[in-house]
């Protein structure tokens, strides 16, 4: 049985920084592709990054040069460095893989596997 767990969310302040992580367990990730969603209250669920192949990486213009998508593969875990955090940027954050294939997914109907969520929330 597949499961993504993410911890790592919270409360902070505009400005400040928030390392997320996810753990996967019952199968391996290495190259396949892995992503970051989040959702808003009232709003869909939106790519926020994703990594594949080893060293690819996308992502959402409104994160682009503040958010940082890694892996650790020996860890089966994959991290999302987010910095200078604003308070649109409040969303439960959720961890998705696919089972199959690399590259760019944007959207949640590719993913196969998700995590619970963790709630970041930014007070401005």
């Known amino acids: 049985q597949v499961q993504l767990v993410e911890s790592g969310g919270g409360l902070v302040q505009a400005g400040d920084s928030l390392r997320l992580s996810c753990a996967a367990s019952?199968?391996?990730?290495?190259?396949?592709?892995m992503g970051w969603f989040r959702q808003a209250p009232g709003k869909e669920r939106e790519l926020v990054a994703t990594?594949?192949?080893?060293?690819?990486?996308y992502y959402a213009d409104s994160v682009k040069g503040r958010f940082t998508i890694s892996r650790d593969n020996a860890k089966n875990t994959v991290y999302l460095q987010m910095n200078s955090l604003k308070p649109e940027d409040t969303a439960v954050y959720y961890c998705a893989a696919r089972s199959i294939g690399q590259g760019i997914f944007t959207s949640t109907s590719y993913y196969d596997y998700w995590g619970q969520g963790t709630q970041v929330t930014v007070s401005s």
């Open positions: 990594s594949w192949s080893g060293d690819r990486s």
């Open positions: 019952g199968r391996t990730f290495n190259r396949g592709t």
